[in-house]
């Protein structure tokens, strides 16, 4: 029987992946990375919420090497930036999506999983350009060589903005009252940074004041 493994920010994109392609691909085990990010405590949290809701095995990667060699505001002491970047330069992390997509792969020939499932989307492969269809695609290229069980990776939003997957995650019924997209470790979404900024436009979009008022501080200044 298939068998996959997602990997599970406790994001929106990732939230809604799973959601979308759960039952499809037989999605049953989780990883979630703690890279020393702000954000990682809330992270965690949101992960363990969403893998009891879908019932799925959860696993915490731990790389503080990584927040080490990691010179942007997404770990480190500087303010996180407001609004959407033009580039990725102020929350990079040196080759994440190649490192957890790798990881992933050693447990995929390790333990035979069939498909590992990634939150990638095309509103963020303008800016991110390890959300692209090409990077995917280079990588299931590489893993013909570098594993035995050659899984596939499977980016169910590739070819979505953040509005239309919020608009799956109403059709699906997902529960956004768990998820954490904030770059941030404040109690609610902060609504400035970019990942925040991305979630909000998108739920305004989609007319969906119900999850602003869970999901954001001062959420009554984002809708006037």
């Not at 490192?99 to 800016?127: M, P, Q, R, V």
Request: glycine residues 4%.
């Amino acid at each position: 029987m298939t068998r996959s493994i997602i990997l599970l920010s406790g994001g929106l994109d990732s939230v809604v992946s799973l959601a979308l392609c759960k039952e499809k691909y037989n999605v049953t085990f989780a990883l979630t990375f703690d890279y020393g990010q702000k954000s990682a405590e809330q992270e965690i949290k949101a992960c363990k919420k969403i893998c009891e809701y879908y019932n799925l095995q959860h696993k915490l990667i731990k790389l503080d090497w990584l927040k080490e060699i990691t010179h942007t505001a997404l770990v480190d002491k500087k303010n996180l930036p407001s609004g959407i970047q033009k580039n990725s330069n102020t929350v990079w992390v040196p080759n994440r999506n190649g490192l957890f997509l790798n990881i992933a792969a050693s447990f995929a020939d390790g333990e035979d999983f069939d498909y590992i499932l990634i939150g990638a989307n095309k509103e963020e492969g303008e800016t991110f350009p390890d959300n692209t269809q090409n990077f995917i695609d280079k990588i299931n290229a590489e893993f013909e060589y570098s594993t035995k069980k050659h899984p596939k990776i499977i980016a169910p939003l590739i070819n979505f903005n953040k509005n239309d997957i919020v608009k799956q995650a109403i059709e699906y019924s997902v529960p956004l009252d768990l998820i954490w997209s904030c770059y941030d470790g404040v109690e609610k979404h902060c609504g400035k940074c970019e990942s925040c900024t991305r979630l909000k436009n998108a739920l305004i979009a989609n007319n969906d004041t119900k999850y602003l008022k869970i999901l954001f501080e001062n959420y009554e200044n984002i809708i006037d």
